[in-house]
């Protein structure tokens, strides 16, 4: 299947073709353009259709033969490699602990009702830590590599148990011939000297949440008080940015129908001295004042492209940096479970609420028609297991067109859920901006790329 979309550059289009199959991606010229359109089906507007209809016939006749000579090499509407797959839902390797259902920031838009997942506030013990840490050690089977993300609410609410579940671990590890690889989500409000020496020491990766531009961040993100939070907030993260050198961490915002120009808030991220940044789109209701909606889609479109712009151009002119939906990579990219399967929800990835109950993931902790077990008992509902096991792009009716299928794995299955009824539904804005992403770090793949043979 053969994907055609244009990019503009500086102000000039620049044609791409884009193999789904053979991830092969090619520059062509105008002429190629209208042949490809008309050659794969696309749904060509009306200027197409004129412009492809005035071309000369030689020109179609040797568009036409070199795409005849790149199909027979199999980098040009190349046939499916892999037809039928089955995620094994036997094996774990990543868990997300809920260290409390609690947080010290009430955001206007989040899905997890201050902290509280519509749950009682409560606290991991670091019994249920512990005992969390031996069920994936013990259902990883002969996988080496594990990981633990801690998450919350805030889980800096509950740090002396993040540190002795951290202890806990790494002396399993050694024990059972495993490695840990740690990560920590935070709102940096409690993210003072000695715990950010402290992650900066155990955490693997760090993920600071910060949503921008202060105004942006100040309408939506509020402390249980109504305080201005801010000041103390960038403080904490630039002085944890300094101290990590180039070990990983991210910036990561969110973005409201309030702040569809949020290019200005990565910009203001970039100012601020961050180079590793994120934003995402909201996913709340459509009845939400904040939600992002249908109508908004094409305007985020168009913001995509100018946030490319601005990144190119910071990229070459001394401010570089990485935007998370732009880093792809063209010559290995995700395995094929990541490619088929999104992030492995339900089945090699899992969530531990604070009492210990198991859940697909963190968005569908505290729904109990999603109950896995627990960390004492084990899996209790294998069934729902081998389900998320089964919601691959190749059983979904809606990615089997969709170019960017392999870069998105069928996308969230919360986001499906919440918005179809389905964890293998729809999600049809989350679908349409993934789309566009995809195209955008295409096209910025390709123009980086040419400016290093150039």
């Known amino acids: 299947m053969v994907h055609t979309f244009v990019y503009t550059h500086k102000g000039s289009p620049l044609y791409f073709l884009w193999d ?5 991606l090619y520059n062509v010229d105008h002429v190629a353009f209208l042949c490809a359109r008309k050659r794969y089906g696309a749904e060509m507007t009306a200027e197409e259709r ?6 000369e016939a030689d020109l179609r ?10 199909e027979a090499e199999g980098a040009l509407n190349a046939p499916p490699v892999v037809k039928e797959f089955r995620k094994n839902a036997g094996r774990v390797k990543a868990l997300c602990l809920h260290i409390c259902h609690d947080c010290n920031l009430r955001c206007d838009y989040c899905f997890a009702s201050g902290g509280t997942y519509n749950t009682a506030r409560d606290y991991m013990s670091a019994e249920v830590g512990m005992k969390a840490v031996d069920f994936l050690i013990s ?17 800096l609410m509950n740090f002396d148990v993040v540190k002795k579940i951290t202890e806990y671990a790494k002396k399993r590890a050694s024990e059972a011939g495993k490695r840990f690889s740690f990560t920590m989500t935070t709102n940096c409000l409690l993210l003072n000297d000695e715990k950010a020496r402290w992650l900066n020491e155990e955490m693997d990766n760090v993920v600071l949440s910060i949503d921008g531009r202060e105004s942006v961040h100040n309408a939506v993100r509020h402390t249980v008080s109504g305080k201005n939070a801010y000041p103390v907030i960038a403080e904490n993260a630039l002085r944890f940015r300094h101290i990590r050198g180039d070990r990983k961490y991210y910036v990561r915002g969110t973005f409201t129908s309030k702040n569809l120009d949020f290019t200005e808030d990565v910009k203001a991220l970039n100012d601020m001295g961050f180079d590793q940044i994120s934003m995402e789109p909201v996913v709340s209701d459509g009845d939400d004042p904040l939600a992002i909606t249908a109508e908004h889609v094409e305007r985020i479109k168009r913001e995509y492209e100018r946030l490319a712009e601005e990144y190119l151009e910071r990229r070459r002119n001394g401010k570089w940096f990485n935007f998370f939906h732009f880093m792809m990579d063209l ?31 963190h968005q569908f902790v505290g729904m109990d028609e999603y109950y896995i077990g627990n960390v004492y008992e084990g899996i209790l509902h294998p069934e729902i297991r081998s ?6 792009v190749l059983k979904k009716e809606h990615c089997a067109d969709c170019p960017a299928k392999y870069y ?3 996308g969230c299955a919360a986001n499906a859920l919440k918005f179809s009824g389905r964890p293998d539904g729809r999600y049809d804005v989350g679908c349409e901006l993934q789309k566009k992403r995809m195209e955008v770090s295409l096209a910025i793949a390709y123009i980086e790329r040419a400016a290093l043979n150039a």
């Open 20 to 24: 789904i199959e053979s991830g092969s």
């Open 50 to 55: 004129s412009a492809y209809d005035s071309l």
């Open 61 to 70: 006749a040797e568009a036409e033969t070199e795409f005849d000579e790149l």
């Open 139 to 155: 259902d990883s089977g002969n996988i080496k590599n594990l990981e633990i993300d801690y998450f919350g609410g805030e889980p």
């Open 331 to 361: 010559e290995h990219g995700p395995c094929i479970n990541k490619r088929l399967t999104g992030c492995g929800a339900g089945t090699e990835y899992l969530a531990i609420s604070p009492t210990g109950d198991i859940y697909p993931c």
């Open 387 to 392: 389900r998320f096991a089964g919601y691959t």
């Open 408 to 410: 998105c794995g069928g």
